[in-house]
């Protein structure tokens, strides 16, 4: 049997590839530095994205109203109002998930698919030619964050350049690469293209941009994806209240059909700066450890089990000092005489101890 030419191999492999994905091309930014204006049918602007949307995607809101994409007209975008949705409870979520199994994974992935992405005010370009753009250092913010709170971290740098429709393919061995750790969770960080006002907020005083998060419809774990992004958005909601922009519910896979717990981040735009970016970076890594199942990081799961800890202890504490008493007491032959004491103190005396009959 004859060998198969290099040449054929590649060509092989990139048709698995292909094929592996539920869309050849999945998922789409514009590449102009232009955007779509999201509006419902009252003209009212919801939103905007350089995401290539089709009719079908959805759409939650900060405000949690469920909107689809029904008609697409040049830049804009025209949605229909479904529902305001219910997110997880977020107490339930903080009481059971505080912990994981000590033979579970308490690893959390990030790599970049558009590596060069980068933010207009910081460099002065929208985009790195060497690859290596500001968004490399918002993924590096969010890892450095969470390994602070206790949470291992694997950040890929890796280039997928060009930034074309291709790059999900070549950014997909990168996921896979990092899957071999078995994070509980993997991050692709990208940077939106809107006018700066769409993500632009403070959080505690802090200067931030907001965080969209995607999730690709046309794979297996879309359902899995997305419960998934309304856990992060309602822990976000309560820990750090307008940092979500939204989420994406829309066109493609962005390799999210390799597992669950895979979410799409966007931190800002082109026209923000990279140090608001960053921060918010920061206070997402608060939030994610609850809205993964992690161990316990530094929102309200912690400080409740922490209380909830300290009582354990100080219980544990009594009963061991009253152990060594009582055993004190039955070396040295006094313990008869303590529990008549407590006997008489509680109306509880023996026959004995009692008045005789007069």
């Not at 008489?344 to 008045?355: I, P, T």
Request: aromatic share 6%; proline share 4%; glycine share 8%.
């Amino acid at each position: 049997m004859k060998q198969v030419p290099k040449a054929a191999k590649a060509l092989l492999v990139m048709l698995f590839l292909l094929l592996s994905c539920s869309d050849p091309v999945p998922g789409l930014e514009r590449q102009d530095l232009g955007y779509f204006t999201l509006v419902d049918r009252e003209g009212k602007i919801v939103t905007m994205t350089a995401r290539e949307l089709d009719p079908g995607d959805q759409y939650i809101g900060a405000d949690n109203r469920l909107y689809e994409v029904k008609e697409i007209r040049g830049d804009q975008v025209y949605l229909d109002y479904l529902e305001t949705i219910t997110l997880p409870d977020v107490g339930e979520m903080l009481q059971t998930q505080i912990g994981i199994s000590a033979d579970e994974s308490k690893t959390v992935g990030i790599y970049h698919t558009h590596n060069a992405e980068s933010y207009v005010p910081s460099s002065g370009t929208e985009a790195k030619e060497d690859g290596k753009g500001d968004v490399l250092a918002v993924g590096k913010a969010l890892a450095d964050a969470l390994e602070a709170d206790g949470v291992q971290t694997i950040w890929s740098n890796n280039s997928h350049l060009p930034h074309d429709g291709q790059a999900y393919l070549r950014s997909r061995r990168t996921a896979a690469e990092l899957l071999k750790s078995k994070p509980v969770t993997l991050f692709d960080v990208h940077r939106d293209a809107t006018p700066p006002e769409v993500y632009e907020a403070e959080i505690e005083g802090v200067p931030v941009t907001k965080i969209r998060l995607v999730v690709g419809r046309q794979n297996q774990n879309r359902e899995a994806n997305l419960e998934y992004a309304k856990k992060i958005k309602a822990v976000a909601d309560q820990q750090f209240p307008g940092i979500i922009e939204g989420i994406f519910d829309a066109r493609g896979n962005y390799n999210q059909d390799l597992g669950p717990k895979m979410i799409l981040l966007e931190f800002g735009a082109h026209t923000n700066r990279l140090e608001d970016a960053e921060q918010a970076a920061r206070f997402l890594a608060k939030v994610i450890p609850a809205a993964a199942g992690l161990a316990k990081g530094g929102g309200p799961a912690q400080r409740e089990t922490g209380a909830a800890a300290v009582k354990s202890v100080v219980w544990l504490l009594l009963a061991v000092a009253a152990v060594v008493i009582v055993f004190v007491l039955i070396e040295r032959g006094r313990l008869d005489s303590l529990l008549g004491f407590f006997r008489r103190e509680a109306g509880l005396g023996s026959k004995d101890d009692a008045e005789p009959d007069q």
